[in-house]
């Protein structure tokens, strides 16, 4: 690999990207390079800090992308985290390791991607996972409780519990409380049921109380043995390169095969870094599937307009964007109480619980797209929302003091809308806010509004219940004043206030959807990009649809796979 050519180049030392280049470089006649737009942030504190959630926010590593401005909620943009920097967005998120219900997992395989479900991914979330058991003590003073059977030992990412839950009763005071509104106690909510109460573990090595982000789980441990595997810093990738016969598009038989990647130094020199076997993107959601446009791969007319040539006509590249909207309640602290735990307390209620058992839930308004596999995507969510085998949780709601009130964090885990991304121009950096025209469509579909109104009032009752209730003083955002409690003026109040207020969740997935080509899909079941030889996306872009956990404990997993499949096809 020192001239310049490696087996494998992945785009992106991110989340994904960095399990992919460990996995692949373990065979050590095998050689890869990563190529990273952003450098080292090992040392880092904006990033260590395991409680400096949002320090980073607004530096230099993280990209904060500009959406347009958004139609369905309020006409104002958003801004779109994303992390830049080896390690990528798991640098700095919010270390929440919570995973998936299994019936969604299970719905990638109903959709069409053989081999996707529960079962058999499973084994790879315990793979990369190496469960830190805190004491006894620790345990039993934040009520915090695991399966072991469902946990990783062995794998390299170090997850456990954040040491903000002390030795308080916040905790058996909220499980009370949730109990009585029918939200109960969860013991293990990394099994495959996420409805109920719980206490959520973290990407954390507890050790050194440091944040553990994919760069410290799967790079610093082997970048001194690993003499195969190579890391590009502050390097950005622009666009794929074709073999020959490819880029005159239409040679008969055989399919368009990446031979490099067209790379910028940090010094602003361009070079092509060569690749014998597969170029893997792993470069996130908001910028894998723009690479594939500027590479030809996409919409043929959006890349017209943009300069480029087309090399495969894909037309759902960047289409498909699902992210989730982010709310907040704030209510006064009762001055009595001071304890101050953070971080992990959360309620992952049902429709039911949000709504009630009697009142007939607004079907969702497919007003905006009449597509039949739209509706059959809409109908499979719709089942795991109201089905009754394994109701999913509708939202998450976290509640932590902060600046002197408690604070209610939430967002709708299953919205509809459907966004996407693309890129304007050839020579944009994807690396820049303005690379591309991202739009995500919050609140387009008017159950995403019902769901986060439903929230909104499911947490305000919750504060109003026993025994919570007793350290609760009154509401601060947005008051009963801005938002009236009575049924009449509620929900349009509500609905208004909280799509004036929301931020993105910053869980964008989606944009290169693993689905069957004839309904939409941009990559097989392999995660092979349709109408390629050997490009594969591995990142968040992937995931068909939502999951009700955070991202990274799912990503790891799947890229876990993906590199199993990678090394199989290479036999
Ligand atoms: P990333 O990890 O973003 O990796 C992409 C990499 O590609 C980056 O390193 C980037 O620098 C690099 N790159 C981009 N463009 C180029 C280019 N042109 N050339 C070369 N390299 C490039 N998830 C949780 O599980 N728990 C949480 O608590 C949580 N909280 C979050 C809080 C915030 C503020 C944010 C933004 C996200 C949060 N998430 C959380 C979501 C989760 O962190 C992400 O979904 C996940 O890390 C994305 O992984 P990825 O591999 O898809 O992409």
């Known amino acids: 690999g020192t001239d310049g050519t490696y087996d494998y180049i992945v785009v992106g030392g991110g989340t994904s990207g960095l399990v992919v280049a460990k996995r692949l470089s373990e065979d050590p006649k095998v050689s890869v390079l990563v190529v990273e737009a952003g450098g080292s ?10 409680l400096g959630y949002g320090l980073a926010f607004g530096t230099d590593i993280d990209y904060a992308y500009q959406t ?5 909620a309020g006409g104002k943009p958003q801004t779109l985290r994303a992390g830049k920097g080896l390690g990528g967005t798991s640098t700095i998120n919010g270390l929440a390791y919570t995973r998936a219900e299994s019936n969604q997992i299970d719905m990638w395989e109903k959709l069409g991607n053989e081999g996707w479900n529960w079962n058999n991914l499973l084994p790879y979330y315990t793979k990369s996972e190496r469960l830190e058991v805190p004491n006894p003590q620790r345990l039993e003073s934040g009520k915090m409780t695991f399966d072991a059977a469902v946990h990783g030992k062995e794998g390299p990412l170090k997850t456990g519990w954040l040491f903000g839950i002390t030795n308080s009763t916040l905790g058996a005071t909220l499980n009370t409380t949730f109990a009585s509104m029918g939200v109960e106690w969860n013991p293990e909510v990394n099994g495959g049921k996420m409805a109920g109460y719980t206490v959520y573990p973290s990407t954390v090595d507890q050790d050194l109380n440091i944040r553990e982000d994919a760069a410290r789980a799967y790079y610093f441990p082997i970048r001194d043995s690993a003499k195969n595997l190579k890391v590009m810093l502050n390097t950005e ?10 880029a005159a598009n239409g040679t008969k038989g055989a399919l368009p095969t990446a031979d490099g990647v067209e790379v910028t130094t940090q010094d602003g020199k361009t070079m092509v870094m060569k690749a014998n076997k597969e170029v893997i993107l792993s470069a996130g959601a908001l910028v894998s599937p723009l690479l594939l446009e500027k590479s030809g791969v996409g919409n043929k007319a959006i890349l017209a307009a943009a300069g480029i040539q087309s090399v495969v006509d894909l037309p ?23 304890e101050t735990d953070k971080n992990a307390y959360v309620a992952y209620p049902t429709a039911e619980q949000v709504f009630g058992k009697d009142k007939q839930v607004a079907s969702v308004n497919g007003n905006v797209t009449k597509a039949a596999d739209l509706e059959k995507f809409f109908t499979m969510q719709y089942d795991l929302i109201f089905g009754a085998d394994q109701p999913n949780p509708i939202a998450e709601v976290l509640l932590y003091q902060q600046d002197g009130v408690w604070d209610s964090e939430y ?5 509809f809308s459907r966004g996407n991304l693309h890129v304007t121009a050839a020579n944009t950096s994807t690396t820049k806010a303005t690379g591309a025209k991202i739009n995500p469509n919050f609140f387009m579909l008017d159950w995403d509004t019902t769901q986060q109104v439903g929230a909104a009032n499911f947490i305000r ?22 938002v009236p409690a009575d049924a009449d003026n509620n929900e349009k109040a509500m609905g208004d206030w909280l799509k004036q207020n929301y931020r993105s969740n910053f869980h964008p997935v989606g944009t290169a959807a693993m689905m069957p080509r004839e309904v939409g899909g941009v990559v097989d079941s392999s995660l092979k990009v349709y109408g390629t030889a050997n490009v594969r996306v591995v990142d968040a872009s992937v995931l068909p649809f939502q999951v009700c956990g955070h991202l990274v404990s799912t990503l790891y997993a799947v890229s876990e ?7 199989a096809s290479a036999k």
């Open 316 to 338: 759902t590249v960047g289409e498909n964007l699902q992210d989730q909207a982010n709310n907040g309640l704030k209510f006064g602290i009762a001055n009595n109480f001071t």
């Open 461 to 482: 009752r919750m504060y109003g219940t026993a025994p919570f209730k007793d350290v609760v003083g009154p509401e601060d955002t947005p008051s009963t004043k801005t």
């Open 41 to 50: 942030l090992e040392n880092n504190a904006n990033v260590t800090n395991p």
């Open 237 to 246: 990738a622009r666009r794929l390169t074709w073999k020959a016969a490819a």
């Open 561 to 567: 796979r993906a590199s199993d499949l990678i090394k």
């Open 68 to 72: 347009v401005e958004q139609e369905f």
């Open 411 to 415: 967002w709708g885990l299953l919205p």
